[in-house]
C-alpha cells in the first residue's frame, strides 16, 4: 500500500520568516495531494491540494510544490504568523475511483511560528 | 459555514463494552469516512460509505467494526467489544461528490478503552 514520510517533524520559525515541509509517497498512482492544518483540540482542516496533472499551487501566503518523478511535494508557508502554529499534514490518495479514496498519511509536522 | 459534527467529544468505557461515536456530516454530503489517530502516530483510514454501503476498508476495520447511517444525518462507527489498543482520536469526515477528495473532518471523539 501506499506510504507517505514526512519531514521534519518538527518545525520552529521565527514570525515573518518562511517554513517549508517536505513529504515523499511510494505509490506512482497517487494523484490527489492534500495538506491539512490541525489545531488543538479540532480536527484536521484542509488548507490546500494538489493534483498530479499540476506542478505548483498558490494560495495567498501558501503554496504546494509536486515532483512526480521524485515522488515528493512539499509545502511553504511565507510570511509565517503565530497563528500559523499548529500541526500540519500532508496526504496522499489515489482517487477519485470508487472504492480508493482513502487518503494515506503523513506523521505530521508541529509547526512553532516564534512572535 | 458548515461543519462535521461529533459526539461526543470524549468516551470512556471499559475493555469488551460496546461503544457508538456518532457524527453528523455536512449536509449536502454524499460520502462518509471514519479515521483514526493513535497518540503520537499517523492519521489512519478506517472505512468509506457510500449509498449505503461500505466502498472501503483498511485492515483496522476487521469484525469488531460496524457503521451505519440510521437516518438522513447522522453517520455512526460502532465498536462490538473494545480492546485497549482501541483507544484513539477517531475523526468522522465527509466529502459531497466522488470526484472531489476534499474532506471535511470533524474534531473527533477521544476514546479511552480502560
Known amino acids: 500500500g501506499e506510504n507517505v514520510e514526512q519531514h521534519p517533524s518538527t518545525l520552529s520559525v521565527q514570525e515573518g520568516d518562511s517554513a517549508v515541509i517536505k513529504c515523499t509517497y511510494s505509490d506512482s498512482a497517487s494523484n490527489y495531494f492534500p495538506w491539512y492544518k490541525q489545531e488543538l483540540g479540532k480536527g484536521p482542516q484542509l488548507i490546500i491540494d494538489i493534483r498530479s496533472n499540476v506542478g505548483e499551487k498558490k494560495d495567498q501566503r501558501i503554496a504546494v510544490t509536486l515532483n512526480k518523478t521524485a515522488k515528493h511535494f512539499s509545502l511553504h508557508i511565507t510570511e509565517t504568523q503565530p497563528e500559523d502554529s499548529a500541526v500540519y499534514f500532508c496526504a496522499a490518495s489515489k482517487g477519485p475511483v470508487p472504492g480508493r479514496r482513502a487518503l494515506t498519511f503523513g506523521s505530521g509536522t508541529r509547526l512553532q511560528v516564534q512572535p | 459555514e458548515p461543519e462535521v459534527t461529533q459526539t461526543p467529544s470524549h468516551q470512556v468505557t471499559q475493555m469488551g463494552q460496546e461503544v457508538i461515536l456518532r457524527c453528523v456530516p455536512i449536509?449536502?454530503?454524499?460520502?462518509f469516512y471514519w479515521y483514526r489517530q493513535i497518540l503520537g502516530q499517523k492519521v489512519e483510514f478506517l472505512v468509506s460509505f457510500y449509498n449505503n454501503e461500505i466502498s472501503e476498508k483498511s485492515e483496522i476495520f476487521d469484525d469488531q467494526f460496524s457503521v451505519e447511517r440510521p437516518d438522513g444525518s447522522n453517520f455512526t462507527l460502532k465498536i462490538r467489544s473494545t480492546k485497549l489498543e482501541d483507544s484513539a482520536m477517531y475523526f468522522c469526515?465527509?466529502?459531497?461528490?466522488?470526484?472531489?477528495?476534499?474532506?471535511?473532518f470533524g474534531s473527533g471523539t477521544q476514546l479511552s478503552v480502560l
Open positions: 469526515a465527509s466529502s459531497y461528490i466522488a470526484t472531489n477528495e476534499k474532506l471535511f
Open positions: 449536509s449536502n454530503h454524499l460520502y
